[in-house]
């Protein structure tokens, strides 16, 4: 299965690609996690790409096609793949759709995890992701069993430096005029698929299964 998870920031894109990808066995490709790695490990990308995240802009398109294309080449993709916040322009989908046309591979399906702005500065603000593998937790919706601790590895779980109400605001304005469009784009694909994403967590993925599911067919 080759997956396209599309929403606005704090839709719970990263939330529900590990619930997905677990039960897929697929593998999760975050360009926001590729971003956040490189910065950590203070290379010359993640030098780059920190000048963009810090402000809510995008990283260029260069650099971020280039990255994906690498990554899908890797031999874990060849059975599937879930991305997670990319593409997020119509050059990076053109750019995608070429890539895997020369592979003779195409994508399956576009899933829109549908969230109205009103509850997305609530979702960023009190987002905690862990320091050490990245997993992403709510200090109201979704706490982890003990405080400021992943559950998964038991890494120190921080704020993301661009989760600020103003760089949220910002994010959520790139949003609307570079990624919006990519709706259309799928949906003329007749590949876009729409769950709705306001709902709890374990409700919003059991829909998201539905979807799969029937799409698996
Ligand atoms: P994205 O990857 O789309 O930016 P995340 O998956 O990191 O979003 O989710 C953003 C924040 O909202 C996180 O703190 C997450 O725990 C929380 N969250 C995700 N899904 C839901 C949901 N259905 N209801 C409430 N909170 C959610
Ligand atoms: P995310 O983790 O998906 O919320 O992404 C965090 C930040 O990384 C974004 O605000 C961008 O600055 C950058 N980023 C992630 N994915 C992309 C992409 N596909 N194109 C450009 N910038 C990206």
Sequence with gaps: MKIILLGPPGAGKGTQAKLITEKYSIPHISTGDIFRKNISEKTPLGIEAKRYMDNGQLVPDEVTIGIVNDRLSMNDCENGFLLDGFPRTVKQAEALDSFLNSNEQKIDTA???????????????????????????????????????????????????????????????????????????????NILAKVDGTEEIGMVFEKICDVLGAVAK
Excluded at 152 to 173: A, I, M, S
């Design 111 to 189: 899933l829109l995890i549908d969230v109205p702005k009103e509850f997305i500065l609530e979702r960023m603000t009190g987002r905690r992701v862990c320091s050490a593998c990245g997993a992403s937790y709510h200090i109201k919706f979704n706490t982890p069993k003990v405080e400021n601790k992943c559950d998964v590895c038991g890494g120190l779980l921080v704020q993301r430096k661009d989760d600020t109400e103003e760089t949220v605001k910002e994010r959520l304005d790139v949003y609307d005029r570079q990624t919006q469009p990519l709706i259309q784009y799928y949906k003329e694909k």
